[in-house]
């Protein structure tokens, strides 16, 4: 996957994307995959807001059961099935406790029935079906888990996924099957075409900066989508006769990094008082508590969490724990915002997650994208090529037609029985390039069957081998790999989400970061007054510290 931005001044697309988190990552591979002619391009890096800022779930969204919308729970089910049989290198199945406690908002009846229609709704099987426990079963699972008041509970199962490697790993196979896709590629200006299309002037051109070098370029295409998730209102707006009118509705969702006190459990509970939950996971031996709530109205780009949010996070969990966290013990903390569709009337919380498609009358052949989930991007890309088959004039390939992002594996995916091929990938890896176990495990489950990829820089240069200080478990050839292969341009495109490397060494992250950048100064050409600015320029940043949170 390289860069080309000649490549798409260069040629008249099918379709143009404008957004590279997960659901313009999808629709782009669902493009590509079905012949056409795509271009991606995103203003800063792809899933670098949203998309790698979430929950990490994959899941069907059991507290939408409760606002009754059965179609996006059925939806979602059947796609955590689907993402488990083609990337289950990006989709781990995960046990979620369900205690409930004395003036909670729902009975152990409710939660009974809740529980028996989300099996109904779609599972892995036998063994991803829900089980009722009492007290005593809850507590030998999470002794830390408040005992006063706790009347019983479930265990039901969703599952994890690492958001930011599931949008690269969707863009890497676009590019794969002919997509042309830029990252710091921003879109600065619409032009319309002199004749109407059904009585109306259709987007033909765009004018296209690269945000690396400042030049500019014009971009042509027969369709358009505007994926930009909290950005999408700010692109419809560089349409000719924009009205101002809005589309999504942000609400910011903060999370924070805590000690793991649910084990390998993930748990799911009420916030008191209402009917708000907090879900909690476990991520990378540490825990991730999420998520609030509230409606922003400030700049996309700077949203970051607050005192505030932490505190009623802490206050949340703090009710079901016998022994209470402290401000202390928080380990890291970020924030995203949710671009939903908007929804009159409904509170942050009860604001519907469906996506919905809007076309604007003054400026047709552009589709905004509303809404949507991380769990459900593959069909949602799916949709909307569809309907972008549709309207395009004049008869199209037989193809163009087909869904094969039903059947066709992500990147890395390509294997049936993952426990059994990483545990023979991991020690295939130790033989062959001669590198720590750990690292040879983490690498297999992170990037799957393309681990021999990841690994090859070691042939050339045998420093790449070597651990990155702080972190034993993540190699330099990572880092070049995602270089060379991945379109990672600045230290937090790999730190942040080719990586995910503040998960794995979080607290030995400031070690790390000096070789990373050596690595790339070596790789990019970068001289020292380079290197240096990235390293202060990142550090700045504070991705994630919770010394940051004001």
């Not at 109205?297 to 016998?322: F, H, K, S, W």
């Amino acid at each position: 996957m390289k860069r080309n931005m000649e490549a798409i001044a260069g040629t008249t697309f099918d379709l143009v994307i404008i957004g590279g988190g997960i659901n313009g990552a999808s629709t782009a591979r669902e493009a590509a995959l079905r012949g056409m002619k795509v271009a991606l391009v995103d203003a800063h890096d792809f899933a670098a807001a949203t998309s790698s800022r979430s929950s990490k779930l994959i899941h069907g969204g059991l507290r939408y059961l409760d606002q009754f919308e059965f179609r996006l729970v059925h939806e979602a089910r059947r796609e955590r099935r689907l993402l488990r049989e083609l990337a289950p290198h990006l989709a781990w199945p995960v046990p979620f406790l369900f205690p409930i406690y004395h003036g909670d908002p729902y009975s152990p009846l409710k939660v009974r029935l809740g529980l028996s229609i989300y099996d109904l709704l779609g599972n892995l099987g036998a063994t991803d079906r829900h089980q009722t426990l009492s007290k005593e079963d809850l507590l030998r699972r999470v002794p830390l888990l408040q005992t006063d008041g706790l009347r019983s509970g479930a265990l039901y199962h969703d599952s994890l996924t690492d958001d930011a490697r599931l949008t690269i790993e969707n863009i890497v196979d676009a590019a794969a099957h002919g997509a042309v896709v830029a990252n710091y590629a921003e879109i600065r200006a619409f032009n319309l075409a002199t004749q109407k299309a059904n009585g109306n002037p259709a987007v033909a051109t765009a004018e296209l900066e690269d945000r690396r070098t400042g030049r500019r370029y014009e971009i042509s295409s027969r369709f358009w989508i505007n994926a930009t998730g909290p950005w999408v209102d700010h692109v419809r707006a560089l349409l000719p006769g924009y009205d101002g009118s809005k589309t999504v509705r942000l609400t910011k969702g903060t999370h924070i990094v805590i000690p793991p006190v649910a084990g390998d459990f993930a748990m799911f509970a009420a916030i008191l008082p209402g009917k708000r939950i907090f879900v909690m996971m476990p991520w990378h031996g540490h825990g991730l508590l999420g998520t609030t709530d509230t409606d922003y109205d400030a700049d996309p780009g700077q949203v970051r969490p607050n005192i505030q949010d932490v505190e009623y996070l802490l206050r949340a969990v703090n009710r079901v724990l016998r022994k209470p966290l402290e401000t202390s013990d928080v380990i890291g903390a970020y924030a995203g915002l949710r671009a939903l569709a908007i929804q009159p009337g409904a509170s942050p919380s009860e604001n519907t997650r469906e996506y919905r498609f809007h076309a604007d009358l003054w400026a047709t052949h552009l589709i905004t994208v509303c809404g949507g989930k991380l769990t459900t991007s593959r069909s949602l890309g799916e949709k909307l090529v569809d309907q972008v088959v549709a309207s395009l004039p004049g008869s199209s390939p037989a193809q163009w037609a087909e869904h094969p992002t039903r059947r066709t594996p992500l990147p890395g995916g390509h294997t049936n029985n993952f426990e059994d091929y990483s545990r023979d990938a991991a020690a295939d890896a130790v033989r062959l390039f001669d590198v720590p176990r750990a690292a040879a495990e983490r690498i297999v489950r992170t990037y799957g069957t393309r681990w021999q990829q990841v690994l090859e820089p070691v042939r050339s240069d045998r420093k790449l081998a070597d651990p990155l200080p702080g972190c034993e478990n993540c190699l330099g050839a990572e880092v070049a790999f995602a270089i060379e292969n991945e379109m990672a341009l600045e230290l937090d495109d790999f730190l942040l989400r080719r990586s995910g490397l503040n998960w794995y060494a979080a607290s030995a992250l400031r070690q790390a970061v000096p070789r990373v950048a050596d690595i790339f100064a070596k790789r990019l050409g970068w001289d020292a007054a380079r290197r240096e600015a990235a390293l202060v320029d990142f550090r700045k940043s504070g991705h994630f510290s919770f010394e940051h949170v004001t």
